[in-house]
């Protein structure tokens, strides 16, 4: 059974920066994406930045040149770097994964559904 744990929210003002990190217990796939999403109150959740086993990234436009996701993989562990921050950032941030036996490519297209997703760490920037 696959479990995402994240931590590292917090409360800071606007141009500060946190570093989000994201558990995953009972890990055992070869292939898998890894991702950061984010909801604010009265929004919809929306995708902040993906990584998958190919070392592949992506970010939302809104958070390019702020945010970094990164890897260790001895450590089953994801993190969002998150600098520059903006009151508009402020929201609860959830890790999701998407896992795969199969090798990323034709056959395995990743980061398009994440049936895993973690309890939530909530991120607060005030202005």
């Known amino acids: 059974q696959v479990h995402l744990v994240e931590s590292g929210g917090g409360s800071v003002q606007s141009g500060g920066s946190l570093r989000l990190s994201c558990v995953a217990y009972?890990?055992?796939?070869?292939?898998?994406?890894m991702a950061w999403f984010r909801q604010a109150p009265g929004k919809e959740r929306e995708g902040v930045a993906t990584?998958?086993?190919?070392?592949?990234?992506s970010y939302a436009d809104s958070v390019k040149g702020r945010f970094t996701i990164s890897q260790d993989n001895a450590k089953n562990t994801v993190y969002l770097q998150m600098n520059s921050l903006k009151p508009e950032d402020t929201g609860m941030y959830y890790c999701?994964?998407?896992?795969?036996?199969?090798?990323?490519?034709?056959?395995?297209?990743?980061?398009?559904?994440?049936?895993?997703w973690g309890q939530g760490t909530q991120v607060t920037v005030s202005s």
């Open positions: 999701a994964a998407e896992l795969s036996d199969t090798p990323i490519g034709a056959y395995y297209i990743p980061c398009q559904e994440y049936p895993y």
């Open positions: 990584i998958d086993s190919d070392g592949n990234i």
């Open positions: 009972g890990y055992r796939y070869s292939s898998y994406c």
